[in-house]
């Protein structure tokens, strides 16, 4: 009988679709877009992330090959603004890409590949400074957020010198102070020591980012340039950085592990 009375209550005394929402509002359902954000209310960018992408392999639209999956490219308008001359360049780095890449020589990779080689990273958040370590070759870059410049003058550094600052819920990173040994991916993309990018980390919900980078170069572009692409966090139980020490593997026949010489 009590069920049959509540039944009947229910039926003649409909809730209006206003306090139905009311009561919806009431039950404090998450919102699909809620960040996780640090103890300075910044949104909080810690975790280990990675690509789901082929631009490792070529940033364009590329078709399959023997050992290449075919992808789709993450550059803007899937155009890069080559000057005549850079182009090239660009043609002859992609018949030599065997040997010339700078990857076969396990030279760091340099920003922005280092995000997308196919290697997670992991990415820890302080007020003044983000610290992201990379799987790949123990690669370590510093972003720092406290206000400081760059250093004065030129410096050939393999990742560049990275100054952040938040602008509203994005982590905005100016780059520069690069070498000109550094691809963008295996397909012979390049630049020159003249290099200038601006990265954009944006938290699109709690286990994804979107990822911008701006890309100038005078003395190879025309203009500037854009590549765009999603970092997804790891959500594996017990999941780690582990270890790829690229030119480690080269040294093998000669100081061989215990164990792997028999």
Same mark, same amino acid.
């Given at each position: 009988?009590?069920?049959?009375?509540?039944?009947?209550?229910?039926?003649? #005394?409909?809730?209006?679709?206003?306090?139905?929402?009311?009561?919806?509002?009431?039950?404090?359902?998450?919102? #699909?877009?809620?960040?996780?954000?640090?103890? !300075?209310? @910044?949104?909080?960018?810690?975790?280990? $992330?990675?690509?789901?992408?082929? #631009?490792? $392999?070529?940033?364009?639209?590329?078709?399959?090959? +023997? /050992?290449?999956? #075919?992808?789709?490219?993450?550059?803007?308008?899937?155009?890069?603004?080559?000057?005549?001359?850079?182009?090239? @360049? @660009?043609?002859?780095?992609y018949e030599k890409r065997a040997t010339a890449d700078p990857?076969?020589? %396990?030279?760091?990779?340099?920003?922005? &590949?280092?995000?997308?080689?196919?290697?997670?990273?992991?990415?820890?958040?302080?007020?003044?400074?983000?610290?992201?370590?990379?799987?790949?070759?123990?690669?370590?870059?510093?972003?720092?957020?406290? /206000?400081?410049?760059?250093?004065?003058?030129?410096?050939? =550094? $393999?990742?560049?010198?990275? &100054?952040?600052? =938040?602008?509203?819920?994005?982590?905005?990173?100016?780059?520069?102070?690069?070498?000109?040994?550094? =691809?963008? !991916?295996?397909?012979?993309?390049?630049?020159?020591?003249?290099?200038?990018?601006?990265? &954009?980390?944006?938290?699109?919900?709690?286990?994804?980012?979107?990822?911008?980078? *701006?890309?100038?170069?005078? @003395?190879?572009?025309?203009?500037? $340039?854009?590549?765009?692409?999603?970092?997804?966090?790891?959500?594996? +139980?017990?999941?780690?950085?582990?270890?790829?020490? %690229?030119?480690?593997?080269?040294?093998? +026949?000669?100081?061989?592990?215990? /164990? *792997?010489?028999?």
């Amino acid at each position: 009988m009590r069920l049959l009375l509540i039944g009947s209550l229910i039926l003649a #005394a409909p809730l209006s679709v206003g306090e139905l929402s009311a009561g919806g509002a009431g039950a404090q359902a998450p919102a #699909a877009t809620a960040i996780p954000r640090a103890r !300075d209310g @910044k949104p909080d960018l810690s975790g280990i $992330w990675q690509t789901m992408n082929t #631009a490792a $392999w070529d940033i364009q639209d590329h078709s399959a090959q +023997k /050992g290449v999956p #075919a992808g789709q490219g993450v550059v803007e308008g899937n155009e890069i603004p080559y000057q005549p001359s850079a182009l090239a @360049k @660009k043609k002859e780095n992609y018949e030599k890409r065997a040997t010339a890449d700078p990857e076969t020589k %396990c030279y760091l990779p340099g920003v922005p &590949r280092v995000t997308y080689t196919g290697f997670p990273f992991q990415i820890i958040q302080f007020p003044d400074q983000v610290t992201i370590l990379y799987e790949y070759v123990h690669a370590t870059r510093y972003i720092y957020t406290n /206000g400081t410049p760059h250093p004065p003058g030129h410096i050939d =550094w $393999w990742m560049g010198d990275s &100054r952040g600052r =938040w602008e509203g819920d994005t982590l905005v990173v100016d780059l520069i102070h690069f070498i000109d040994q550094t =691809w963008f !991916d295996r397909a012979g993309n390049f630049h020159s020591d003249a290099l200038h990018e601006v990265e &954009r980390y944006t938290l699109i919900d709690r286990d994804h980012i979107n990822y911008e980078v *701006t890309i100038e170069d005078p @003395k190879v572009f025309t203009r500037p $340039w854009k590549m765009s692409m999603i970092l997804y966090r790891h959500m594996e +139980k017990n999941f780690q950085v582990l270890d790829y020490e %690229c030119y480690g593997f080269d040294f093998e +026949k000669y100081y061989p592990y215990p /164990g *792997t010489d028999k």
